[in-house]
Nanobody, 116 residues
Framework: QVQLVESGGGLVQPGGSLRLSCTASRVIFTICTMGWYRQAPGKQRELVAT???????NYADSVKGRFTISRENAKNTVYLEMRSLKPEDTAVYYC??????????WGQGTQVTVSS
């Protein structure tokens, strides 16, 4: 069955950095638009960043200039490099694969906590 497995979350101080990874199996990774989403307690899940199969990137205004999404098709992996982290970045981060047909697959999430 399809699996998307996130890793790299943890506790970091404000101003710090983290790199999240998401490795997919049993998907046609090269046609996925890959995305990172996050959900903070009591809030709706929101878009963080996406990267299309051709490499086009899209970012939420709140993370522009601080986060970078990238993909490595040979490893079926998408990354989210996060810098200058703020307490408001605290959330569970999820990755998602979306096929051109609209079919989507989600990972189970990884917790990121930004706190001193």
């Amino acid at each position: 069955q399809v699996q998307l497995v996130e890793s790299g979350g943890g506790l970091v101080q404000p101003g710090g950095s983290l790199r999240l990874s998401c490795t997919a199996s049993r998907v046609i990774f090269t046609i996925c638009t890959m995305g990172w989403y996050r959900q903070a307690p009591g809030k709706q899940r929101e878009l963080v960043a996406t990267i299309a199969s051709g490499g086009t990137q899209n970012y939420a205004d709140s993370v522009k200039g601080r986060f970078t999404i990238s993909r490595e098709n040979a490893k079926n992996t998408v990354y989210l490099e996060m810098r200058s982290l703020k307490p408001e970045d605290t959330a569970v981060y999820y990755c998602r694969c979306t096929y051109p047909s609209g079919v989507t697959f989600w990972g189970q999430g990884t917790q990121v906590t930004v706190s001193s």
